[in-house]
């Protein structure tokens, strides 16, 4: 993985600069020289159409793809150090009958004993915490395959946020969740990346979200279309290519 730190370009802010990358799978070309800088405490929406590499660009960052060009990372008195990164993978699906709880999945993914020992009381009152953050301490019971689309978003936050990272990857977070679901996941999203100061990177199909909560939303086609403010790219041309519209506005 060539994931390492870099100097200078961002001022006493840290940052993910991402500079002419290309993944190529089987001879194809999935992406193409795409740069990309955000900032920490930003919050960043890719957009496009299915198997348009969003995926993949995330997967590259995550050091989970072969990839040529640069992925760096830079944090004031961290300059050596790799990026702690947090992901949200697209939605996994868990059986309703499968047995396994919140707390044995938290202890599954955080510790290296068995589930099936039980847990300590230190370990559950961490985990506790933990989902307290995504509001989701009355959770720690329940059977991870009953949750609705929203409650497993907000699990699988709570697991991406310990340890807090520097950069959280979120793929279609939304996907499957209700409309007040997706609403109170942003917003918490939105109180994190900015108490914590930590930079968001998610795909999403739902548009209405970004002028809200985005500040950059990049529209990638096996290459960035465009890059810009929710309004810029919502209402471009490039938009509505990407996603056959004849006119008007999204
Ligand atoms: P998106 O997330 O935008 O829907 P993906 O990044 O998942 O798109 O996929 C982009 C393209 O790369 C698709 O054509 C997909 O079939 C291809 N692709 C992704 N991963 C692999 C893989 N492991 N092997 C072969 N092709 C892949
Ligand atoms: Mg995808």
């Given amino acids: 993985m060539k994931l390492f730190s870099h100097g200078g370009g961002c001022g006493d802010s840290c940052c993910l600069r991402v500079q002419n990358l290309s993944v190529c799978i089987g001879g194809d070309n999935i992406l193409k020289d795409v740069n990309l800088h955000v900032h920490c ?97 009355d959770l720690i019971d329940k059977r991870v395959g009953t949750l609705s689309g929203g409650e497993l978003q907000r699990v699988l936050l709570a697991l991406a946020l310990e340890p807090m990272p520097n950069i959280l990857i979120l793929d279609e977070p939304l996907s499957g969740v209700d409309v007040e679901g997706m609403q109170s996941l942003m917003d918490m999203l939105d109180e994190i990346r900015k108490t914590c100061d930590l930079s968001i990177l998610m795909t999403t199909h739902d548009f209405s979200m970004l002028p ?28 509505r290519t990407a996603f056959h519209m004849k006119g008007g506005k999204a």
């Fill in 41 to 137: 405490g930003e919050m960043v929406a890719l957009i496009g159409p299915n198997g348009a590499g969003k995926s993949t660009f995330l997967k590259a960052i995550l050091g989970q793809r072969e990839y040529d060009g640069i992925i760096a990372f830079s944090a004031p008195g961290e300059r050596s150090r790799k990026p702690r990164i947090g992901y949200v993978p697209q939605s996994p699906a868990f059986d309703p009958s499968d047995p396994i709880s919140v707390a044995d999945l938290f202890a599954c993914c955080q510790s290296r004993r068995p589930a099936f020992l039980g847990l300590s009381k230190a370990a559950r009152k961490d985990i506790l915490e933990t989902l307290d953050m995504v509001h989701g301490a």
């Fill in 212 to 239: 809200r909560y985005a500040d950059q939303v990049v529209l990638i086609d096996h290459g960035i279309k465009i890059k810009g403010s929710p309004e810029t790219v919502l209402n471009s041309e490039e938009f």
